[in-house]
């Protein structure tokens, strides 16, 4: 996924006069109770790496949202 959202980056900056995103929203879909904190604990930091990597000369970093919507399961 790390490498998803730094090529990810890397096409907004390049569609955007080299400017990088000042804002993530994350919309996670079909999440399960039972997943929710595997799915925060492996995919956010795996962004957030991304970030770290490319924004590393930056002077801010960009913030994340993150919004979890859980599956409907009867």
């Given at each position: 996924m790390r490498?998803?959202?730094e090529e990810a980056i890397k096409v907004f900056?390049?569609?955007n006069d080299g400017?990088?995103?000042t804002n993530f929203i994350i919309y996670r879909d079909g999440v399960g109770d039972a997943q929710r904190n595997a799915v925060l604990n492996s995919e956010i930091p795996q962004?957030?790496?991304a970030i770290r990597q490319l924004y590393r000369d930056h002077p801010t970093k960009p913030a994340?949202?993150?919004v979890v919507v859980n599956?409907?399961?009867h």
């Open positions: 490498e998803l959202c900056k390049k569609s400017n990088l995103p962004l957030e790496d994340i949202t993150v599956k409907r399961i």
